[in-house]
């Protein structure tokens, strides 16, 4: 069964660049299917920021795609999201995901990013 | 964006009620929803797929119908780790969209 677990800083500065890291373990992320991240607001909805191909296509949410970096690391199973110059409003749980054909089939715990000076 | 609208936001149920949530589509979808549970706290799990199919694992009481723009999720026989919030979401276009979520509370 596939498993993901993200990383990163849990506390960004505005303005500031937001990263995070999607470790992948039983399935290889070379084997197909799309990788994707998603976020939640505190006491608000799922928000869609965009997903990856192993080969590196990638798809964003246009109202962040200006900010909005996804990247792979097939040699580490891994997957990435970068956002920069954020705000208060980007703070949010985020989440990475498998996307199996046309949802997200497996996700990860999740992990709460702040963005506070 | 395409929207989608759930309702209601909340409802308050028994163990062993059957509840229907409903999920409407600012335009056409076809069959690409899906439907997600969110405990508190914790990761979504996905519970159907292209509209009516069940995910692997789910329980049987778990259903989904629709098409075009008018969806439903209906839990038979409530349980009690059925209390969560859940969210439809369309895969039809980019970008990916979520309803705002029905928070399944205990009555």
């Known amino acids: 069964q596939v498993q993901l677990q993200e990383s990163g800083p849990g506390l960004v500065k505005p303005s500031g660049t937001l990263s995070l890291t999607c470790a992948v373990s039983g399935y290889s992320i070379t084997s197909g299917h799309f990788w994707g991240w998603i976020r939640q607001p505190p006491g608000k909805g799922l928000e869609w920021i965009g997903s990856?191909?192993?080969?590196?296509?990638?798809y964003y949410n246009p109202s962040l795609k200006s900010r909005v970096t996804i990247s792979v690391n097939t040699s580490k199973n891994q997957f990435y999201l970068r956002l920069t110059s954020v705000t208060a409003s980007d703070t949010a749980v985020y989440y990475c995901a498998n996307r199996v054909g046309y949802h997200f089939d497996f996700w990860g715990q999740g992990t709460l990013v702040s963005v506070s000076s | 964006d395409i929207q989608m609208t759930q309702s209601p936001s909340s409802l308050s149920a028994s163990v062993g009620d059957t509840v229907t949530i409903a999920c409407r589509a600012s335009?056409?979808?076809?069959?690409?929803l899906n439907w997600y549970q969110k405990p508190p706290g914790k990761a979504p799990k996905l519970l159907i797929y292209a509209a009516s199919s069940l995910q692997s694992g789910v329980p049987s009481r778990f259903s989904g119908s629709g098409s075009g723009t008018e969806f439903t999720l209906t839990i038979s026989s409530l349980q009690l780790e059925d209390f969560a919030t859940y969210y439809c979401q369309q895969s039809h276009d980019i970008p990916w969209t979520f309803g705002q979520g029905t928070k399944v509370e205990m009555k």
């Open positions: 990856i191909f192993h080969d590196g296509l990638t």
């Open positions: 335009q056409t979808i076809y069959t690409y």
